[in-house]
């Protein structure tokens, strides 16, 4: 069976620091790959998705940046944090979303002091 | 570009009681699907329900059913017997031609003793 793992689940960052979340799947190959930001009390802002390694596809210009070195992998950076990146970050793949939706991570709450 | 709307930011119901969260999109395609996600406190994103645009019969798993209303652009969300582990936040989402969802805001449920 698929799983997906996200790390890690809780993180407190100075301003001015860097980043790296990292989320990988297991159990399948070529998936889809997404990362969700959620703002307090609010829905999901699309950030990065992957259709497959190093193809990323940004929605929303920021400070962030991800990548896919490898087929299962899939990592959010920053090089700088600023005091808005905080929130609660989701990674989700999927295979066929138009089929079987999203499976979501279990989420990273990342506070940036 | 396709927006998802729920207008009820929350919404409380007795248990055992019946409840249905509203949700509408915007869109210029066809075909496309339409999910219900509950996140809990967890924060764990459970994908609750689907269904299809292309299919008049109204989705339903167990407890939960929709109301799909293609030509009124409604999705909306029936939860019987409501019990209080239904309490979360439910998210409405569209799927359509872009490898991407869009999600709603949310619409907060409570579940009264």
């Known amino acids: 069976s698929q799983t997906i793992h996200q790390w890690p689940a809780t993180l407190v960052q100075p301003v001015g620091s860097p980043l790296s979340l990292e989320c990988t799947v297991e159990?399948?190959?070529?998936?889809?790959l997404y990362w969700y930001r959620q703002a307090a009390g609010r829905g999901l802002q699309l950030l990065f998705y992957?259709?497959?390694?190093?193809?990323i596809s940004s929605e929303v210009p920021q400070n962030l940046s991800a990548s896919r070195p490898q087929d299962r992998q899939f990592i959010l950076s920053s090089k700088k944090l600023l005091l808005s990146d905080s929130g609660f970050y989701l990674c989700?793949?999927?295979?066929?979303?138009?089929?079987?939706?999203?499976?979501f991570g279990s989420g990273t709450r990342l506070t940036v002091v | 570009a396709q927006t998802v709307t729920q207008s009820q930011p929350e919404m409380s119901v007795q248990e055992a009681e019946t409840v249905t969260l509203s949700c509408t999109y915007d869109t210029s395609e066809s075909d496309y699907y339409l999910f219900w996600y509950k996140q809990p406190p967890s924060r764990q994103m459970i994908l609750v329900i689907r269904q299809e645009a292309y299919k008049q019969q109204n989705a339903t798993e167990n407890r939960f059913s929709v109301n799909f209303q293609k030509a009124a652009k409604s999705f909306s969300l029936k939860i019987s017997d409501s019990q209080l582990g239904d309490a979360a936040m439910y998210f409405c989402a569209y799927r359509g031609g872009n490898n991407d969802m869009r999600f709603g805001a949310g619409t907060r449920l409570t579940v009264k003793p």
């Open positions: 989700a793949w999927s295979y066929d979303v138009r089929v079987y939706g999203y499976t």
């Open positions: 159990g399948t190959s070529n998936p889809n």
């Open positions: 992957s259709v497959g390694i190093g193809q």
